[in-house]
């Protein structure tokens, strides 16, 4: 970095270049936008910031975002089919599955998958609250939306096996998700054929 910065703009920097996303050279760019055309964004973007972290939390149902004390967007919406669940990786997996629009049901972020490698355990993921919501929800279908690798084909087996007893069909997405790959990795037309094209996973 340019030494010839004053302190408070090296410290800025250094914050913005440490952001997934974002190198050295866009925090340059950004920090001199800040200090240009877009000065009088910063106490707006600052208090976005500590409004995010005080008024954002996570669903307890759900594990998507919600506003503190607001209702959540898809678990109490009488305009999700509240009957049909799907199982995903994570928040960004969610907003995946919206854009395809190919959903209209309820989620459910598991906030990772099973990997004994990475001492990764049903207890370290929303996995008990999942088989909780699936019986008080009386849901009637669970699709599990998680990659194809090692770990998203372990985690996907070990979930049916866990909700079968509860009575619930299990479908997972359709072939032509990439071999190996997450959801990242598809476009939404993919994503939204892999979804209509579910079918149900056997023991
Ligand atoms: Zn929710």
């Known amino acids: ?42 106490p707006e973007l600052a208090e976005a910031l500590v409004h995010l972290r005080n008024h954002v939390t996570e ?5 998507f975002f919600i506003e503190r004390g607001a209702a959540c967007l898809f678990c109490q919406s009488d305009k999700r089919n509240q009957k049909l669940l799907c199982v995903v990786e994570s928040a960004a997996d969610v907003l995946r599955l919206e854009r395809s629009g190919a959903f209209s049901g309820i989620y459910h972020v598991l906030g990772g998958k099973l990997s004994p490698l990475d001492n990764v355990t049903p207890s370290d ?29 372990s985690t996907a087996h070990y979930l049916a096996d866990l909700l079968r007893p509860l009575g619930v069909r299990i479908t997972r997405l359709a072939q032509g998700m990439p071999a190996g790959g997450g959801l990242e990795q598809v476009d939404e037309l993919t994503l939204h054929q892999a979804m209509s094209g579910r079918r149900l996973l056997e023991s």
Request: proline share 7%; with cysteine; charged share 20%.
């Open 125 to 153: 993921l929303r996995i008990e609250s999942l088989a909780r919501r699936v019986h008080e929800l009386q849901s009637e279908e669970v699709i599990i939306a998680l990659g194809s690798d090692v770990e998203g084909e």
């Open 1 to 42: 970095m340019n030494a010839n910065y004053p302190a408070p703009i090296q410290r800025l920097i250094l914050l913005l270049k440490s952001l997934p996303g974002l190198g050295p050279r866009s925090a340059e760019r950004l920090m001199l936008w800040l200090m240009g055309r877009g000065h009088t964004r910063i």
């Open 59 to 63: 669903c307890p149902a759900c594990g």
